[in-house]
């Protein structure tokens, strides 16, 4: 068998579709959703990723305003600047890109951005929502992974799945979102002592290490999901994932590709985050 594509950019242009529709929705009621980026310091990536948040906005008819400061920029001056953002009514979305200069805590400034505008998910009341099933905002990668198996028709129920990797912002809440949907879920790492058992006991595995091949053909299932969250480099300096593509392909049914797959749903989740923000503000 040869795996199914799950096509993350195309499912991202429906989804980003709908956004632009709701958005239109929203401005006829005079509210235009905004999204604040900030960026500190000039990593490279980071630089990438915030120009390509940016432009996502103003495709789909969201308001977004980039704030770029230098790496100079002290701890106080930085959240100084997310609480006047948590007080400008015309922001439903603050996003600080990290990482952050060393000498900024970046816990303390994801703490100081309004859970109502904590449109990353990152927020310590956004991950006590998760777990507790109550209304909040997920993070977009794990959330932009559960739309990619809702868009195959996918069902959890009873599944087993298998997440590698325990980060705060794919591993754990992938997990729970998956417990969410009945799945039975084991969350492995490197403390992992047999991590091949684990997956061939897998219907649905997410690997989200940032490390290269860390799944192969011989440790999928036939037949299993594969959602790879990798963002890695081959030796010829292309794209990759956390998955052998080219081997896994052949055992899976569905596997996400490196790029194109869950790479677009992250940038897309956050606009529907964002969306959802504003959305809840002319509710209240």
């Known amino acids: 068998m040869t795996a199914q594509l799950i096509d993350g950019n195309q499912l991202s242009k429906q989804l980003r579709?709908?956004?632009?529709?709701?958005?239109?929705?929203?401005?006829?009621k005079g509210v235009t959703p905004g999204l604040a980026v900030v960026l500190v310091g000039d990593n490279p990536a980071s630089q990438v990723y915030v120009r390509n948040k940016v432009k996502a906005c103003e495709d789909s008819g969201l308001h977004s305003v980039l704030e770029k400061y230098e790496a100079a920029m002290t701890e106080s001056d930085l959240l100084a600047r997310v609480e006047a953002l948590n007080h400008d009514p015309s922001i439903h979305g603050i996003l600080v890109q990290l990482p952050l200069p060393a000498h900024i805590d970046a816990q303390k400034v994801i703490e100081a951005i309004s859970p109502a505008k904590d449109v990353d998910g990152?927020?310590?009341?956004?991950?006590?929502a998760l777990m507790t099933g109550m209304p909040g905002f997920w993070p977009c990668t794990p959330y932009g992974c559960m739309k990619m198996l809702q868009s195959i028709g996918y069902d959890l129920r009873g599944k087993h799945?298998?997440?590698?990797?325990?980060?705060?912002?794919?591993?754990?809440?992938m997990a729970l979102m998956l417990l969410q949907q009945n799945a039975t879920v084991t969350i492995c790492h490197s403390a992992t002592p047999d991590l091949k058992a684990m997956t061939l006991q897998a219907d649905v595995i997410v690997a989200a290490v940032g490390k290269r091949n860390v799944l192969t053909a011989d440790m999928v299932k036939p037949g299993a999901v594969v959602l790879d969250v990798g963002m890695n480099?081959?030796?010829e300096g292309k794209l990759c994932g956390d998955v052998d593509f080219e081997g896994v392909k052949q055992v899976a049914s569905h596997i996400t590709p490196v790029p194109g797959g869950v790479g677009p749903m992250t940038i897309t989740m956050l606009l529907v985050n964002t969306l959802e923000a504003a959305e809840r503000t002319t509710k209240s």
């Open 17 to 28: 579709t709908e956004v632009a529709l709701r958005a239109q929705a929203l401005k006829a």
């Open 122 to 128: 990152f927020h310590i009341a956004s991950a006590g």
């Open 161 to 173: 799945a298998v997440v590698i990797g325990r980060s705060n912002i794919v591993g754990k809440p």
């Open 233 to 235: 480099r081959n030796d």
